[in-house]
Antibody, heavy 121, light 112 residues
């Protein structure tokens, strides 16, 4: 079975940093684009970042550009999100989501359970 | 950016009745070269991650009951639940995957 498991969520002060991890299993991790999607408490879904299978293409939503960095280690079947200069409005559950295979046109067919990031003074 | 607008924000439907959710894109998500609409629907139950229901506007994901139907093209789309079951209580989101940034609608909460 396909599984995605996030970790690394925590409570941090504004301006702080955090690194999220996502481990994938049950599929060939290196065959898929992977994304981070977040959901603020009681709010809707917001796509955050995406990375191509080989890491060759990366995109971010404007609100995190220059502050967040997505990366992956296909040998470890892992996806990461380095978050710097965190703001109160970054408070959310962060989901790791499996994207498409061989295409930049991504739907998300598997999601992790999410990890909560709280930014508050 | 493609802005996805869903309506209504919430609706209450009796068991066995039809639920209809609308999604409007600010720009067409129809790719002319393959005549496909780059529009997906997700279901999110309380405390759970989203679940993919439909992609290409009308293709059901494997295992999704056939009471869920996606329709529409271009900028206007509909998700219909033909006969609402208790387990369908959830928030439903549309998503365009035609262009980066990938964007979701604001969600529609379906209640009994």
């Amino acid at each position: 079975d396909v599984q995605l498991v996030e970790s690394g969520g925590d409570s941090v002060l504004p301006g702080g940093s955090l690194k999220l991890s996502c481990g994938g299993s049950g599929f060939i991790f290196s065959d898929y684009w992977m994304s981070w999607v977040r959901q603020a408490p009681g709010k809707g879904l917001e796509w955050v970042a995406i990375m191509k299978e080989d890491g060759g293409e990366i995109e971010y939503v404007d609100s995190v550009k220059g502050r967040f960095s997505i990366s992956r280690d296909n040998a470890q079947n892992s996806l990461y999100l380095q978050m710097n200069s965190l703001r109160v409005e970054d408070t959310a559950v962060y989901y790791c989501a499996r994207g498409s295979r061989g295409s930049k046109y991504n739907i998300f067919d598997y999601w992790g359970q999410g990890t909560l990031v709280t930014v508050s003074s | 950016d493609f802005v996805m607008t869903q309506s209504p924000d919430s609706l209450a439907v009796s068991l066995g009745e039809r639920a209809t959710i609308n999604c409007k894109s600010s720009q067409s998500v129809l790719y002319s070269s393959n005549e496909k609409d780059y529009l997906a629907w997700y279901q999110q139950k309380p405390g759970q991650p989203p679940k993919l229901l439909i992609y290409w506007a009308s293709t059901r994901e494997s295992g999704v009951p056939d009471r869920f139907t996606g329709s529409g093209s271009g900028t206007d789309f509909t998700l219909t639940i033909s006969s609402l079951q208790a387990e369908d209580v959830a928030v439903y989101y549309c998503q365009q995957y035609y262009s980066i940034p990938l964007t979701f609608g604001g969600g529609t909460k379906v209640e009994i």
